[in-house]
């Protein structure tokens, strides 16, 4: 049964900085898509980040210049690290893994499907981040 279990949460300072983990087991890891969704208190999930088997990322345009994901196959293990955190990252992050086969791209929105929560099969229960001002 896959398995996604994240790490790293926690409280940080305006300006600080935490690296979210998410470990995956029981699945073909370097198979996947993995990407990052948050979501706060009273607030829709959005998406954060995506990292491709090949190390293509996305980002959504709130957390660019400050977020980056990346992944290590041979642990199974996708990152996040968070620079420069805001208030607004206040919220409960998750991890999930996706297949994605071509094409790349929504044909209604051509937006990449890596960033579209219903692309995703397997989600982690989450790891809170509260960043205070």
């Known amino acids: 049964q896959p398995q996604l279990v994240e790490f790293g949460g926690g409280l940080v300072q305006a300006g600080g900085s935490l690296r979210l983990s998410c470990a995956a087991s029981?699945?073909?890891?370097?198979?996947?898509?993995m990407g990052w969704f948050r979501q706060a208190p009273g607030k829709k999930r959005e998406f954060v980040s995506a990292?491709?088997?090949?190390?293509?990322?996305y980002y959504a345009d709130s957390v660019k210049g400050r977020l980056t994901a990346s992944r290590d196959n041979a642990k199974k293990t996708v990152y996040l690290q968070m620079n420069s955190l805001k208030p607004e990252d206040t919220a409960v992050y998750h991890c999930?893994?996706?297949?994605?086969?071509?094409?790349?791209?929504?044909?209604?929105?051509?937006?990449?499907?890596?960033?579209?929560?219903?692309?995703?099969?397997?989600w982690g229960q989450g790891t809170q981040v509260t960043v205070s001002s």
């Open positions: 999930a893994a996706a297949i994605i086969f071509s094409p790349q791209y929504d044909a209604t929105t051509n937006q990449p499907r890596a960033m579209m929560a219903k692309e995703y099969r397997y």
């Open positions: 029981g699945l073909t890891f370097s198979n996947y898509v």
């Open positions: 990292i491709t088997s090949g190390g293509t990322t």
